[in-house]
């Protein structure tokens, strides 16, 4: 009698651990996907905002076609990819092609003084330092799931309950550039 008892304890104390356990990592699936709708969020607001400001600039510069149609293409590249991998150098190559667009508009008086532009780029700079922040949050989230999965007991039980491994939102090699400034 006493051997069932334990018996019964111990599948009780097993099945509240496996519950703990399960429940831990689909809280944390769950931040994780919260994170990346944050940052997508962000992403679609600076899509929106680059097809005016070039809307904005191509009414005052159009002999500056190329970078123009970079900063197009760019864009619709970023906005076809999906999920982190695929984002990640998108969005990079974005920002390359939206900070050439921004060089052209400071060698420009007169789109430098246009109140149009100005707000466009403190808008896109505002996005930009919120994508930042984003991306920062959800490659937090997405450490704290990595690391609950591949921690003890989880580790035992994650891949046959379809925790896999998540990928980090990664910053490609050219934004960890740092820009030059070139003082005169």
């Known amino acids: 009698m006493i051997a069932i008892i334990v018996i019964i304890v111990i599948l009780v104390v097993l099945a509240a651990v496996f519950a703990g356990m399960y429940n831990s990592l689909v809280g944390r699936r769950n931040q994780v996907d919260n994170a990346w709708s944050q940052i997508d969020v962000q992403l679609k607001r600076r899509h929106d905002l680059i097809p005016n400001l070039v809307q904005v600039v191509k009414d005052a ?90 921690t003890f007991p989880a580790v035992l039980a994650a891949a046959s309950l379809g925790f896999g491994p998540i990928d980090l939102f990664n910053m490609p090699e050219t934004e960890r550039e740092v820009p030059k400034v070139a003082l005169r």
Do not use: C, H
């Open 61 to 150: 510069m159009g002999y500056e076609q190329e970078t123009l149609t970079k900063v197009v293409a760019a864009r619709n590249a970023a906005i076809a990819a999906s999920g982190p991998v695929q984002a990640g150098p998108a969005e990079a190559a974005l920002t390359q092609a939206t900070r050439g667009l921004l060089g052209l508009v400071e060698s420009y008086p007169q789109l430098k003084a246009n109140d149009n532009v100005k707000q466009l780029q403190e808008e896109l700079t505002s996005t930009e330092n919120k994508i930042a922040f984003a991306r920062q949050y959800y490659n937090d989230s997405v450490n704290n799931y990595n690391t609950r999965r591949q």
